[in-house]
Each structure stands twice: as structure tokens, then as C-alpha cells.
């Protein structure tokens, strides 16, 4: 099943647009196994969520056991929530065929993140996987987002800041019906362009909870036509929701605020369409 | 030692500004055992060469034991030899905290090449280690390079190709004299302008051997006002210039061919400037 259908359907069957990030920091997670700990924040959230996404970093950072962990949550995952692989890889392609051989063949990831910076021929390696999802990182959510990807640029006759110029350029990549985009929550109004702009793709939408994204407006700039089309990931603050051995039912709970809160602003975009 | 001090002195030991990029093709390699293969490479070039760069995709594409084997490699070189991690990591500034000890603390990288399009505060977790290079991955080698590092931006007043304003500001970012670009050898004009703008940093050059760089006038283009300020790098040419077993003295007749041509543009370039 190609990953926008698995998306489609655990999306639907556990009625939820929230994505979980499991990335461990050691520090945090204070002494516990690592590996049951992910297993146990799996266990306490997989019927409210519409996938996972670990962030490659957090497992490189522990070298050879991070390896392993990995492979351990990704078999701690249940095989009908598809799994995003957070890697942000850009190269030329033929390095890209490489990380995509790591990322989709070998730890067997239904999604991965890529950046844009050397163009189409660099994650042609990615895109031509039609039965992957490739979400290219567009604008982002950090303090320091627009510092490149705000820059005014002459394309096409027009003048648009450079990462709507990605999302076009995206956009027309899009020959299997496989590319999303990875957009911010903690900016909104440049969630809502990149709807307009790409009104049928997936946009994976980090910043939430640690990040402080406004989890309403965002929702309801990125929700596409059928209310759905979004991927909205927290990651900090269902993780590490208590330091406590509550941390599963913590998580859960902060979850479950997440998902019900989503859910919300899907009801009355619905309500406002109807 | 910072690695500037130990690339400048491993570069006047062996009068040498190529680079070799440690990049294992299983296929290329044929059924010979991986890790002897490169550290024959290594024992082949170490008095030819001012540093090595193993792309960390082509070890990730051998899942853990991809990971052993670069400790190998990395414990094959010779320890006055820096080494460069080809990683090009661009992620929020959290999660380039994570990075930055996977590939300084954990493997022990002196260097490493990261991605522009997140900004300042993503990058900053590599930059502050002012011991370690931090080479911004700024105009590549690529074919489809243009796509995005060529478009015309509005900076500060002028109009400049993307590139350029990722030079510049990169160039603001160097506090601790660390920082350096990554600029293809196939594109000589843009590394010429990038010179121009930035005439002391290092340059991180692919692209030569496999990717066709024009060699000579990448030189000349590149050099710094002292007849040095690059790293030329060339992977596939050099590791698969034989497939029979004398792999090894194949290498090292590329390595010092290489070496040879670009020591004589240095060479001209130093009679032209006296």
C-alpha cells in the first residue's frame, strides 16, 4: 500500500490528524530504558494518531545502540500507522540513491522529510519511490525560518518569497502523487499560502506544543478541501508530558488534548463549507 | 588543534590541496572486503592528500554495519590527517544539537558539511564549536544546481543569485573563523564570484573525476589570495580507478596525478601574482 494510502486510512480510522515524534533525548527521559520507553509512549498513543515520525538526529547521537533503538521502535510501530522518517537529507542524486537505500530500504520507512537546496535532480532518488511519501522541507518552523526562505525572488514573471517558489517547483515534481511539504505551525499565514498554492498535497506540520505554534490558526490554514491533507506533528511535549512513571498516561492525555483540539477546528472548518 | 590548524599543516606537509572522499560502492568494490578496501585506499593516499571526506549516505546504505565500518575508516587515517563528514545536515536548531554530537563527539569528525536553508539558528549548534570546520553546502556540483541557488534575490539592495547571499551570510556568520563553503568544481564562474566575496574562507570543492570539473580553471578560480583556501575533493576517480587488485596503486597514480595538476596551477598562479 503506498504510504498516502496508509496515511488516508489510519487518518480515518483513528479519526486524527496528529503525528508523534519519537525522539529520544537521554537527558530527559532521565535513567529509564530508552527502547521501552518509546515503546511504552507507542503503546499509550497509536489509537490517536495518524503516524510517527523519530527524527534521525536523536538516534545518531547514540551511535551503534541508537542504530539498534531504532530498529526496535520502528518494530514497536503497528504496521497500519505509517512512519515518517525525519532525515532532511539533501545531496546530489547520486548520493541521494544511497540515503534513499538507507531510509527506505534498510529501516524500511513509509515517508522520509528532504531538503530542496540542489534541486530536482537531487531528490529524483526519493521522488521516483511512487509508493513513498517525499515531503520537502519548505518553510520551516524555527526562530530563524525566514532568513532564506523569505527572500523575494523574480520566478515566472513574478515576485514571491523563495519558499513558495520551492512549493511551485514541488508541485510540478509531482509526477506519482507522492511529494508533500513540510510547513511550519508556528506560521500560519504561510501555511494558508502554501494551501492556496498546493491545494491537494500533504503538509507535514512540525512546531507544535515545544514549539509553541498556534495550533487553531494553523489548522485552519493548512486543512485542504476535504478537511484532511494535513500531518501535524508534536513531538516534546507528548514524549516528555511527565518526568514522572506516568510519562504513558501523560503522554495519552496530552495526545488526546492535541487530537481533540485538531479535531475542533476540522468540525467547524466543516461546518463553515457546508 | 582547530581544524583550520590541522587542514593548513597537513596540506604543507604533503603539499597537497586534493581531498579524497572515502565513499564505499558495494558494487564497485566487488566482493572485496569493504574495510580493507578503503583502508588500503587511506594507506594508498595518506601522504598525497590534505584530508579525507567519507559521505556519511554511503555507510548509512550498509545499515549497522555501515556504522562499524566507518569507525574503521575513520580509525584507518592517519590522526594528522583531518577529516571531513559529508553529512549536509539542515534541521531546527534542537535537532542540529543532536547532530552535532553524533558527528563531533560521537564519531569525531573535525568538520562537517551542513545545509543553509534553515538559517542562522540551525546551523549555530555546529558553528559555535570553534574547533571544528562548518563548510555550508552554498553553489553544488550538480547538474540541477541552478534550479534554486540561482534565482535572483533582493539583498541589502543589490540583486544576487541565491548563492551569493548564502556566502555572504555565511561570511557573517564566521565568529570563530570556522566556517567555510561548499562550491562545486563544475561551475568555475560561480566560484570565482564566490572568492570575490568571501577571500579567506575555505572552499569545499566536489565535483572533480567523476562529475567532469574542469580542474584548471576551478583552480585558478578558487584559490585564495595566498595560493591555497581549498579543499579539492575527488571520490569515485580515485577509489574505482582500477577494478582489478591493484586498486590500490591505481588510486594512488590518480591521487598524484591530481595532485600534480593542481599543484601547477598553484604553481602559475604564484608566478602570476609575483
Not at 509512549?41 to 551511535?63: H, M, R, W
Not at 535532480?121 to 521516483?128: E, G, I, Q, Y
Not at 508533500?180 to 492556496?196: D, F
Not at 487553531?216 to 494535513?230: P, Y
Amino acid at each position: 500500500m503506498s504510504f498516502r494510502a496508509k496515511l488516508a486510512q489510519a487518518a480515518a480510522a483513528n479519526r486524527s490528524l496528529l503525528c508523534v515524534g519519537l525522539d529520544p533525548d537521554p537527558e530527559r527521559i532521565d535513567g529509564r530504558d530508552i527502547a521501552s520507553f518509546l515503546r511504552d509512549i507507542v503503546a499509550a498513543t497509536s489509537d490517536l494518531v495518524c503516524a510517527y515520525k523519530p527524527n534521525l538526529a536523536f538516534y545518531e547521537q547514540l551511535g551503534e545502540g541508537g542504530y539498534a533503538l531504532l530498529r526496535e521502535v520502528l518494530q514497536a510501530i503497528p504496521s497500519d500507522i505509517p512512519v515518517i522518517g525525519d532525515a532532511k537529507r539533501g545531496d546530489i542524486g547520486h548520493t541521494m540513491e544511497a540515503y534513499a537505500r538507507a531510509i527506505f530500504d534498510d529501516l524500511g520507512f513509509d515517508a522520509v522529510t528532504v531538503q530542496p537546496y540542489l534541486g530536482h535532480d537531487s531528490v529524483a532518488p526519493f521522488l521516483k519511490r511512487g509508493d513513498k511519501g517525499v515531503f520537502i522541507v519548505c518553510r520551516t518552523s524555527n526562530p530563524g525560518a525566514a532568513e532564506f526562505q523569505d527572500v523575494l525572488v523574480e520566478d515566472a514573471g513574478a515576485t514571491r518569497p523563495l519558499y513558495e517558489v520551492v512549493a511551485l517547483h514541488a508541485r510540478s515534481w509531482d509526477e506519482h502523487g507522492n511529494v508533500g511539504l513540510v510547513a511550519g505551525a508556528t506560521y500560519p499565514g504561510e501555511l494558508k499560502r502554501l494551501r492556496s498554492l498546493c491545494p491537494e498535497m500533504p503538509f507535514l506540520v512540525p512546531g507544535l506544543g515545544a514549539q509553541a505554534g498556534e495550533l487553531e490558526a494553523s489548522v485552519r490554514a493548512g486543512l485542504d478541501a476535504e478537511g484532511g491533507g494535513m500531518v501535524i506533528n508534536a513531538s516534546r511535549s507528548v514524549l516528555y508530558a511527565s518526568t514522572g512513571s506516568d510519562f504513558g498516561e501523560a503522554a495519552r492525555r496530552e495526545a488526546e488534548s492535541l487530537r481533540r483540539a485538531i479535531e475542533a477546528q476540522r468540525a467547524a472548518a466543516a461546518g463553515s463549507r457546508a
